[in-house]
């Protein structure tokens, strides 16, 4: 075996590429998925990185070398510190204060500099760093680049007059992987179905039911609410959002054989006391069957959150079965939830939200591998060992005029393969409440159903 083919297999075991079924930034589906940030973990790897792309190169050309940001600046550190050609830094956006410098370092008018990146696909991101290294008065004559996923953006470099030099391409990637027997013949077709510019046809899969849940979602509270869901035939919960005692419990008394959770918000209950509300309601869910969800979205350290959920006016942890929490302290802001289940915000339904790709990515992680959460709440789909709790869900309106955008069960069983909806305005606004759960309970288990 050759040394840069048992290169790329170091590499490919720290997981830069994965195949399957993704959708790009552009909304394009594809086969594969590149990451290269992981080989910044690896010392040695890095460090054998740099030296490939430097043996592809005329080093006598360059006086300094510059990495886009931000996967290629630790290559770009590595190759520098190899070759003992100075790095300057490039910034995604300039400073808005001191300097307001978008290059770092030091440099002279009239150098050339070598411009690294990690992954080239369309050049649209490298057209957009020539200009601002060029405008320092620096020329870049040449590119240097780990993968080619083979879509245009090296040719068209090319014609510009740029010198690209590429370590390895997709389909060398894919033979290799190939020979090895990690990468079977179907997807290699699908692949190279995908560089030619077509549309990928991917297999279907079916959606999860709530027995095949069962079998992967190990909670307790998963258990109970899933077998509830199954009992019931419901997949409802419902936003309890009212300001009295008095208009909780009697909204429950017409809501709670249709559903499998309340969700609270209990400190917006302008008569709380734990006698004459919570306990009412907890007969009420032994009575009806269902679970008690309080939406307390908590979002602090690890000590605070302790103390807001167990101390208090509310004392939440006495009688709440699940609770919310941002997952924005970390993996260990959420040890302090013991004895409940906890659903995990990932991203929200409003309009303008902040939780955007990467922090959704960030925080699925860390639901995944935290004993105490079982389920997240998204607008989109999320590992099958979570379950998913779908907010914004209405079978009439398209918005509330604040931001709220919402779904119809249809869709949210469908296109993002939830598990438990989450009603508010559309049944407690309701003249007949009553009625209007059943029909949202009927309307969510039927497109459960269709979606299997």
């Known amino acids: 075996m050759d040394t840069k083919k048992e290169f790329f297999l170091e590499c490919y075991k720290l997981g830069i ?33 740099a030296n490939y792309l430097l043996e592809m190169l005329p080093l006598d050309n360059f006086d300094l070398i510059c990495g886009v940001p931000y996967a290629a ?75 080619d996923r083979q879509q245009g953006g090296k040719e068209m470099l090319q014609s510009k007059g740029y010198n690209v030099h590429t370590l390895f391409t997709i389909s060398e990637v894919c033979d290799i992987l190939k020979d090895e027997g990690l990468l079977m013949d179907e997807e290699v077709e699908r692949i190279n179905d995908f560089l030619r510019g077509n549309v990928v046809k991917f297999k279907e899969e079916k959606r999860i039911s709530y027995e095949d849940k069962l079998k992967i979602c190990e909670h ?11 009992q019931k035939k419901s997949n409802l919960i419902v936003s309890a959002d009212v300001t009295t005692t008095a208009e909780l419990l ?46 307390r979205k908590f979002a602090d350290i690890g000590n605070t959150q302790e103390l807001q959920f167990s101390m208090g006016v509310f004392k939440i942890s006495n009688w709440a079965d699940l609770v919310t929490a941002q997952v924005i302290a970390g993996y260990d802001s959420l040890d302090c939830f013991r004895n409940v289940g906890v659903v995990a915000i990932l991203s929200m339904s409003s309009t303008g939200t902040l ?26 789909k999320i590992p099958n060992e979570l379950l998913l709790f779908t907010p914004g869900v209405n079978l009439a309106d398209s918005g509330d005029g604040k931001g709220q955008q919402y779904n119809t069960p249809e869709y949210v069983f469908k296109k993002l393969e939830t598990d438990f909806i989450i009603v508010g305005r559309g049944i407690y606004k309701s003249d007949d409440v ?16 269709n979606s299997l």
Not at 358 to 374: C, G, L, T
Not at 438 to 445: E, M, R, S, T, V
Request: include cysteine; charged fraction near 25%; hydrophobic fraction near 45%.
């Open 17 to 49: 590429i994965k195949f399957g079924r993704f959708t790009l930034k552009s909304g394009i589906e594809s086969p594969f998925y590149v990451d290269l940030r992981p080989l910044a973990s690896d010392p040695k790897i890095l460090k054998d990185l």
């Open 73 to 147: 600046l630790p290559m770009a550190t590595a190759m520098s510190l190899e070759s003992y050609i100075p790095l300057i830094m490039k910034r995604k956006e300039a400073k808005s204060h001191g300097t307001k410098k978008l290059i770092e370092g030091i440099f002279s008018k009239g150098q050339n500099c070598l411009l690294v990146e990690d992954v080239i696909t369309s050049g649209k991101s490298l057209l957009e760093t020539i200009p601002e290294i060029e405008n320092e008065g620096i020329s870049v004559s040449d590119i240097v680049v780990v993968l």
């Open 220 to 230: 307790s509270v998963a258990q109970k609410l899933l077998h509830i869901a199954i």
């Open 250 to 295: 009697k909204l429950v008394e017409l809501v709670g054989p249709h559903i499998v959770a309340l969700k609270t918000h209990i400190d917006i209950i302008s008569d709380f006391d734990s006698d004459q509300t919570i306990l009412p309601l907890k007969d009420l869910a032994a009575k009806y069957n269902f679970l008690l969800m309080e939406d």
């Open 355 to 380: 939780t955007d790709m990467e922090y959704r990515e960030q925080a699925v992680k860390i639901a995944v591998s935290h004993p105490n959460v079982f389920g997240g709440v998204a607008q989109n």
């Open 434 to 449: 009553e009625k209007a759960a059943l029909n949202y309970k009927i309307a969510g288990w039927n497109a459960y159903e």
